[in-house]
């Protein structure tokens, strides 16, 4: 812990040492230890902007220090929450509930609280806890501290304080760099690519944004607008289509979802995006009745490879019935689908609707998946029901056709095991 | 209990009935049961409107039976705890963590939160506290209820989150009539009224706002430029006063600051928008040197009428004596002041500057203080020494004349005593 | 002309005297000849700004004399333009129109056009021409002056830079206080009123804005949305109704037109601004079927004073004849009808619909029409044709019924003449 | 004029023959004679958008003919404006003058006018001149119909309507592509290229716009900010460089300057912007002590071949020597510089600063000026009398180090003359 130590004994930088904030260059534990004292509601803002600065100069040593500062030393004192459990116990009430409650709640809870204080800050505490995920990962302490950040950010980060925007050709180019940045799914690879996803009457973009960190979406959904339920990537987004007008198009698919912010892992937005853009756009284009997913299957080749099935069984119609079969069959211990994003569509209500080869012929869509891609259909009314029965006994809704393909798959994995 | 018990197998209105809802007329208990489950994840909104709507429409009566069922049903396991706890201390780490602050989380907690998904949440639980704060006075367990809902609103509103923003007579007038209904120390009459405390050059009105309740002031605060310290409210409101260039003004008065929400009782807000608003306003207008209130000395008269001092004492200046004293030296149990409004401002670290007779001749003035009140200093760089004595010894900070003032006043107490 | 020598041998201000400016205590003569000649494009702003400075600080006089400036000696010269149309006809092309289009634009419209470069001078010289029609009424010079400003302002304030806003109780109360002090039909006497006016589901106000007079609304018109064809002002503006959900409306009813910058007479935007309202509330309303007005008839009493009818034509039956007469049947000198609200809708192709008894029972429309009101009827699939045989031969549209108590009326009209 | 007589017997397209405008299958001088009648008024926006539409299909030749159509049909007529006049004359005054007005305008101008009450016409009339330009450009009878074009849009495009804002690289994207568009002076060769132009601390560029026309910019400017007078457009746009705080900077370089509306010809914003963004950017910045261009000096190596000079007067000094000559002494016959980026700046008061060889070592850059630049100084305190004297007697200011250059260029161009 030496470089803690230096942490807490020195720490100052030239711009504290000379100027207005000259009394700041005490140890961090004394500038922690202040701010979640009483102190802090008066002078808690100059304090926590003290550590913030310090923080955005650390090296990775210097920062898993201060995690591990946070860790042990603001950590829950257990006899404290005995003895008020205990106490609240014997007479419940106000009075001994609000004595738990302090008790139980480590006061590095509070410190991330008022670090928040500072204009700004909420986006460099997502950005703390993506630091801590990256440190912290094979070390359980802070996994524990994490789950700190975690609860906090789930308050902070609620539902009800998102924004949805869309994301358009006329959207501020600094938010427009993010969606290029961010995009996880298909990559785009230049202004001209993004302007296709963005500028012709049949596409949208939509994000949800947090008030306190309004440059950053959190999550953003691409969707295009077309007739029927398309069966490959390529066709949607080749250049010089000829846009279909919204209003003539039946179906809205998403063709692409990406989380844009590493510091917010677990805090789940995806399911709300989905059903909240689906609602705009159905009350926009009343013409939209299906809404439908065009999705990677990201680990159905790795999968593939460890069945080891002969050569023959790589062409298209083999590998739409062996996907099926992996998306529907191949679970893991709990349960649960293998493919992750098959898990989380059909955890948010989905079905899976059909398969496709060929559909994604990239590299990456080779690589990952021969090419095949899937649809998850959104049907509304049925979701609330799907959603019960995989969240119960992980039932997977299908079609009847990715059933009768899923069979098919299971008859040449049994006949190739033999 | 027979009300909440109505509500359970009963309450379904018309809309649900017949509607699209026709699931939701279930008993309340299964709807918050389902809200706080996993299920809560993927049909929340619907179950959490469904919630509010039926709040919206309870009689006082019903709204306490829900409350009581939040307290009651929904309150958390001492047992739980105890063997969470338990794990905890034998293998401290993630797993256990977790597990501990799952269990000391009542159910009600992640309840509250989901409830907040629904847009325009959180203003109606805004609201839901209040009544709960109003219904739940003299009852224990709903006001151990009420510390979960400030616990989250401590979060929800938690300063980062909030706004400043000038209220001006190019506000809304949505917003503007709010000003004048919450407007708490000094009344705003009509809106010609309000006018003259805005539209004024040397006039200017802050207030807080959060981005999800866009439409609610949570606190604002009214502040007059002016030449010197003023020692008189009747003259600050003037009609027909000449305005003054704000850059020849010296001094910032904050004349009136305002709570608006009672749901957001004991969120304070007050000492942040006084250091914002002294800061915001010494970066537009540099030639601001002096931040100070004009405030009420609510306490003062019942106070005064306890001595039983001679008629003689309520001139003018035996009037500012005995408020010296009783703004620095009367005090609670525990050493803090009696006077509320003191109390405020000595916590954030004002100085008291210097009292003034016949500063507030209105009835209301002439009632609680006799006409008397009082300025405050915000002296930037005492205010953190301030605070700290403050805190940890009650030391009250004051100008040098008034404590000559307040000398004499213990010594007429005195005198009248023997 | 002493005044005007005064101001030009004169005028200059503490500001100028000493300031930056001071060049710019030239007479006013040197100044206006300065800002049209070449000069005025570069350091034209400094010159305007200074004579709209001094036309500020002008009182009655002072404006009279700059007028009659304006009016002599920046007049056209009748010599060069007989000379420059001789060249023109002689060999029409660019170089002799580009000089004949020189020779016939009086140097005051450059001078107009160059004042208005100064940021915020559209407004002031909207108020300069109301200063011009009050001052300059008998004379005829002056009166000449006014087409030219008259001819730039046409240009100016075209329909294509006009910006319809809605306004609501969310306004900016700069403007509300605006929409009081400009209603001309039914006055607003306080801000409840006005509230009343603009927060209820079925009540609608629109103005048209100048993109350069931001804050000046040019025209507002106000609007009810009502089952069925309303008959009486008083019921429609009651205090204490039920608002009627907007989307139970089958008819709107503009029942309050007004103009707002008396600089801006004879520029008509009525009829674009009924058109727009009706267009754009039809498609957020698609159950609105009927737009029409509730509309006074200023000049029916005194009309009627002068038919010398015996007392008992003044029942309401009667009165609704003889108003259906006057309306549609008592023609000025041009053949157009001698009320001027008449002339306005029928010349915006809107029929006589309807006249009803005691619609108006305030003073004022006692006083001006006993009491009647009339709807005008906009029947989008008429105006068209309506208006062209009105603009043609001054025929009326009316409906049926309508011509009916004309024609009742004009019956008591000839009893009574004999 | 066969095209024109088909499009006047012909042109409706099927959107109208069999839709809701089927009376507007009418020939094209129906309509225009339409819309500047009394019609027009109610009318007007039906056929003005019929006419637009129409025009956006036409080819060329069609165009053409519509052009010739306004030029000859609806032309001044010289008989009415003599009489007119001739009536003015004998009896100056309000309705003479109203009657000569009427007269000398041409009736072309007000359809002008009519056309543009439709939303969103603001801008095609800009593109419609455009095509005016393009195609009349050698037809005398189109360019007179120019300068009623040109004398609407002066008055529409009046400095006191446009907006000046900031582009940045949080402006919208379908804005920034056209600043990559438009970008006439330095190309921007992508995205990347145009974020170094725009986000760093110290670059800024600002364009004026039309609150019509609000997704145009009319003209931009791209400025650097820096220590000392720049003297390389490499320098100034290298990739990597470290930005310098704006603070510290005590120069502003005006580094590019672009139109962007090609039917905005002869409508001068140049100077207006320059000066406008000068103020701003001292009133943000009071360290900003020196405006200054870095401008190209485009016709500078088509002048110098024609001055047959030997090889060795091709290096450094000697061509810095010889363009402070060509830019302050090569003249046109009317004595204006030879230069028209230099005609530019000095007509707006600037001067002739200093010039630098290698200051762009584009091939444009040694294309036309042999790879040398010049710096214009808008100095404050000089511009009014720089200008005066520029435009009285074309005298050309310059700082004394350009005076003493151009002296010795001179003496060059005499010895390679003997």
Chains 1, 2, 3, 4 share one sequence.
Not at 42 to 55: K, N, P, S
Not at 233 to 254: H, K, M, S, Y
Not at 351 to 361: C, E, K, N, P, Y
Request: aromatic fraction near 8%.
């Amino acid at each position: 812990m030496s470089i803690f130590a230096d942490l807490l004994s020195n720490v100052f930088d030239r711009r504290y040492r000379f100027g207005l904030a000259r009394e700041d260059d005490r140890p961090l534990s004394e500038l922690t230890a202040d701010l979640v004292s009483t102190a802090g509601d008066v002078t808690g803002q100059a304090v926590a902007r003290q550590i913030l600065d310090r923080y955005a100069g650390w090296n990775d040593d210097e920062k898993r220090a201060f995690f591990h500062h946070l860790a042990s030393e603001m950590d829950l004192d257990p006899e404290a929450v005995r003895s008020a459990l205990d106490a609240y116990e014997v007479a419940p009430g106000k009075a001994s509930y609000r004595s738990f409650m302090a008790a139980v709640e480590p006061p590095r809870q509070e410190l991330i609280r008022r670090l928040n204080q500072v204009p700004g800050a909420t986006r460099l505490l997502v950005m703390m806890r993506s630091d801590l995920l990256r440190l912290g990962r094979d070390d359980d302490a802070l996994m524990a501290l994490d789950i700190d950040f975690r609860h906090l950010f789930a308050s902070w980060f609620n539902r009800g304080f998102l924004v949805l925007r869309p994301i358009s050709w006329e959207s501020p180019a600094h938010i427009l760099e993010k969606i290029i940045a961010y995009e996880a799914v298909h990559a785009i690879d230049s202004w001209d690519d993004l302007r296709r996803r963005l500028q012709p009457a049949d596409r949208r973009c939509f994000a949800f944004f947090h008030p306190a960190v309004s440059d950053e979406p959190l999550i953003f959904v691409e969707v295009a607008l077309t007739q029927g339920v398309p069966g490959s990537i390529q066709a949607l987004l080749a250049e010089g289509r000829d846009p279909l007008p919204p209003e003539q198009a039946n179906t809205a698919v998403f063709y692409s979802i990406s989380n844009c912010q590493s510091g917010l892992a677990g805090i789940s937005f995806g399911n709300s995006l989905i059903k909240q853009v689906a609602s705009d756009l159905s009350t926009e284009l009343p013409g939209l009745k299906t809404f439908v997913t065009l999705s990677p299957i990201p680990g159905f080749a790795r999968w593939l490879a460890d069945q080891h099935l002969p050569q023959e069984t790589e062409d298209g119609t083999a590998l739409r019935q062996l996907a099926a079969y992996y998306l529907t069959r191949a679970k893991r211990g709990n349960g649960k689908p293998l493919d992750p994003v098959a898990s989380f569509h059909l955890g948010n209500g989905a079905l899976v609707h059909a398969v496709h080869a060929d559909a994604d012929v990239s590299p990456k869509g080779r690589a990952q998946s021969h090419g095949v891609m899937v649809n998850y259909l959104y049907d509304l009314s049925r979701i609330s029901q799907n959603h019960e029965k995989f969240a119960s006994d992980a039932t997977i809704a299908t079609s009847n056709e990715l059933r009768s393909l899923a069979q098919v798959g299971e008859t040449i994995l049994k006949e190739a095991a033999q």
